[in-house]
């Protein structure tokens, strides 16, 4: 049984309160979200809107003016406080993957994250910030003392999302970090990842072979799951399907991912619908092969932005 259910009136009280707190008329509203859990939900005077789940500071949603939603977001998605949500942007820290002994794609995507300021921009932006910390849990996995916030910023025709690490231990520590982005598509078969040519990835499906991108547009034919380190910092999700380009710019996050599932997998997952493979496509941004070291007092700071073209 979830606390939400057990405390429904704990928990509509502790909506009241972020809203009290955070709440923007017309910009920013908590709501209580999918499975009880809480969220904020942005929305820019030109009718796009996004929507934030305090649990892992998880986008679930992106949509531009007119209502249309740019991120997919599984129909079988847990929404528990111990399962991360299947779709929109989980937050991939301290780990990426299973590239070490934590818990896959780390502890940031299934923590409570707490929310530290909301904004109405002079420009019309909206912008929350989240963030969290160490806690027992958090230490018993990996020993080291941090915050890691999450800026997100709405404006017409973007959505801009910044992490900042930062070191508040006396020892020092790596990271990987990575914003796991979920693309809604049309049709996955209609769609081209643009820009990675000439970039030397990883291809976790052939024992990490490390190939040169050759191709102008990546298409999708089969399960793909290929690590891009050093990659360009703009690219683009092309969907024939739609008509629709999205613009990704990233800054100091060198790393790209791109993955589907395809078939086989997507049977696999739980939380994701067999045919779902055909409606999505993740391409991440992040600190991946590149991992930052931060001594005690230092920062972290990257950034991606998606603009709708
Ligand atoms: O980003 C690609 C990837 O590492 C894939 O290998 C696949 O596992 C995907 O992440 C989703 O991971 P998740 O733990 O969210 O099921």
Redesign the pocket.
Known sequence: MRLFTLFPQRFHTMIDTLNNQFGIPNAVTIAEGNGGLPKAVLTHSSGSSCEVYLHGAHITSWKNATGDELFFLSRESWWQSDK?I?GGI?VVFPQ???RGPLP??GFA?TSEWELVCSGLLDNGIVNIDLQMRESAETLALWPHRFTLGLRVLLDENALTVGARVTNTGEQPFDFMM?L?TYFRVADITKTAVVGLQGTTYVD?LQENARIVESRPEIRFAAET?SVYPNAPDSLRVAEEGNGRTIGISKTDMPDV?V?N?WIA?SQR?P??GDDEYVHMV?V?TGVIETKPVLLPGEKWEGETTFRIE
Do not use: S
Request: neutral net charge; proline residues 14%.
């Open positions: 991360p299947r989980p990426f993957g299973g896959q794609h995507r990575a796991h976790t799951d991912v993955w599932p997998k997952m939380d994701f993740c991440e």
